[in-house]
């Protein structure tokens, strides 16, 4: 039997309002993905370096620490900064103009002698707070020994 007149009731109408509902919901969230990823950036990579420490002392406490760089790649030094975990203050000799590349070196002077802490030499690619940690030194306390 072949039905001679079209039907009224609707039933034919909600899957396919289903279905364009559901692609709908699905572009709006590839898209937001999408957007969200792609606003990351892609971060540089930090350069392939590494660095031969020597320490300087008077009576067993902690006057300067000398970085030469021994690594593959330049760095620039507006990119480098010095983390210390201690309490004695510091100055460090990183010019921020410069290229440092295998065997140039910086130091970092302690004002007060050093405590016993961490130096650690970061290389931040944008000159940010945050940044990835080229090298930890472990400053120890002679004294004790």
Known sequence: MVP????????????VVGIALLIAITVILAA?????????GVQEPAPDV???????????LITSVTFVH???ETVD????????????GFDDTI?????????????VEFNDNGDPGELRIVW????????????????TDETTD
């Not at 993905?33 to 990351?40: A, E």
């Not at 707070?129 to 930890?136: K, M």
């Open 4 to 15: 001679t007149e079209l039907s009224n009731d609707g039933r034919g109408v909600s899957p």
């Open 32 to 40: 937001a993905v999408g957007t969200f990823v792609l606003s990351q």
């Open 50 to 60: 590494g660095f031969t420490v020597s320490e300087e002392r008077d009576s067993g």
């Open 70 to 72: 021994d690594g593959i």
């Open 77 to 88: 030094g507006d990119q480098l900064r010095v983390v210390y975990t201690g309490e004695a």
């Open 95 to 107: 010019q921020d103009n410069e290229q440092y590349g295998a065997g140039d070196e910086f130091t």
């Open 124 to 139: 931040d690619a944008d000159g940010g707070d945050q940044g990835e940690i080229l090298h930890e030194h472990r400053i």
